[in-house]
């Protein structure tokens, strides 16, 4: 799977992941998440799906990408056939309302990336706040720095946070009890 190269639908607001940055949080989550073989993840607005095949290349045991855009959703289902991954579940429609479905503290990991300019990010990251398992992490890329308080009324906290060029990158974990 590593090495494949992932097609990019034409659906409106689609933006991958760049390389660079992909690679700085896979290093992070390499550190902070060991056992990838046991991880269960959430890509909520997977687009082209870079991140959640990612981590079904570094061995995540369930990888479920949720994609509203049927095109991109379509692309998603034809490069998991031919990449033959059974770790990997795609399912098109509404990714909050799918995740309000998702059992409670079910998940190690879940990417959050909704575009940016679509208002959906608070409540993207309650419910990502919600599946997360102890010790589970939420990464999130947004237009600009998280609002602290935004994060605290999730009950999540910093991690680790970059930038490369518009794209502000954060990895979240939830507060401790």
């Not at 550190?31 to 909520?44: A, E, I, Y």
């Not at 056939?81 to 990997?88: M, T, Y």
């Not at 309650?126 to 308080?149: C, F, K």
Request: charged share 20%; with cysteine.
């Amino acid at each position: 799977m590593r090495r494949t190269a992932i097609p990019v639908a034409a659906a409106p607001g689609l933006r991958p992941t760049p390389d660079r940055v992909r690679e700085t949080v896979f290093n992070w989550l390499e550190h902070l998440l060991p056992g990838w073989p046991q991880t269960s993840v959430l890509d909520m607005f997977a687009g082209t799906g870079a991140l959640g095949w990612e981590s079904a290349s570094r061995g995540a045991r369930r990888v479920t990408m949720i994609e509203r855009q049927p095109r991109a959703a379509q692309a998603l289902r034809e490069l998991q056939a031919r990449l033959q991954c059974p770790a990997v579940e795609v399912v098109q429609g509404d990714a909050l309302q799918l995740a309000a479905r998702m059992p409670a503290a079910s998940l190690d990991l879940v990417f959050v990336d909704p575009p940016y300019d679509s208002g959906l990010l608070p409540a993207a990251l309650a419910a990502a706040a919600r599946l997360l398992r102890p010790e589970g992490l939420v990464y999130v890329e947004s237009a600009r720095p998280l609002d602290a308080a935004a994060l605290e009324a999730c009950r999540l906290e910093p991690v680790r946070a970059g930038r490369a060029g518009a794209v502000h990158f954060h990895l979240l974990r939830a507060l401790s009890c």
